[in-house]
């Protein structure tokens, strides 16, 4: 198993375990547990990629649980592809045709605009971070994403 595989393996079991394991305060043991969904619009932002592929898609479930009224922790599964473009120019590179990329990530939730006694999760401004694994090509890697909302 290489390095990078077993970093991402170790964060999904350490938030896993953050996740099943987590003792809140009294105030919050009723706390429910949340399923967000979303859908993007993607597209290629560098070189090379930005010559191979054109704009695609992508979609994540993310399962939160919130330890504070302003503050959750989930775990993000995401899935995207870009669509073919033109091949390579150079004789040497294979034609990648559709581009894919699939992304385990731990997440952290700020709700920096929020009142503890307010019951609601899913209202006001948030700030997401997170990192975890991708898959892409066939090789794995880390990544790293940030979200306002």
Same mark, same amino acid.
């Given at each position: 198993?290489t ?11 350490a ?6 394991s &987590?003792?809140p305060?009294?105030? %919050? ?11 993007? +619009?993607v ?13 695609? #898609? ?6 939160? *649980?919130?330890? %504070?009224?302003?503050?959750g922790?989930?775990?993000?599964? *995401? #899935?995207?592809?870009?669509s073919? &473009? ?5 004789? +040497? ?12 990530a731990?997440?952290?939730?700020? *709700? ?8 609601r ?18 090789l ?6 940030? #979200?306002l909302g």
């Amino acid at each position: 198993m290489t390095r990078t595989r077993k970093r991402v393996a170790g964060l999904g079991l350490a938030l896993g375990l953050l996740i099943a394991s &987590g003792t809140p305060s009294r105030a %919050h043991a009723d706390e429910p547990w949340l399923l967000s969904l979303e859908l993007d +619009g993607v597209v290629p932002v560098s070189r090379p990629q930005r010559d191979w592929f054109r704009p695609g #898609g992508a979609g994540a479930v993310t399962l939160w *649980r919130f330890v %504070h009224p302003a503050v959750g922790v989930g775990l993000r599964l *995401r #899935g995207g592809w870009l669509s073919d &473009g033109p091949a390579p120019r150079d004789l +040497g590179l294979k034609d990648p045709g559709i581009g894919g990329l699939g992304t385990l990530a731990a997440m952290l939730r700020w *709700r920096p605009i929020t009142r503890t006694e307010d019951a609601r999760r899913g209202t006001g401004l948030f700030v997401d971070v997170g990192g975890g694994g991708a898959l892409t090509g066939g090789l794995v890697r880390g990544s790293v994403e940030a #979200g306002l909302g």
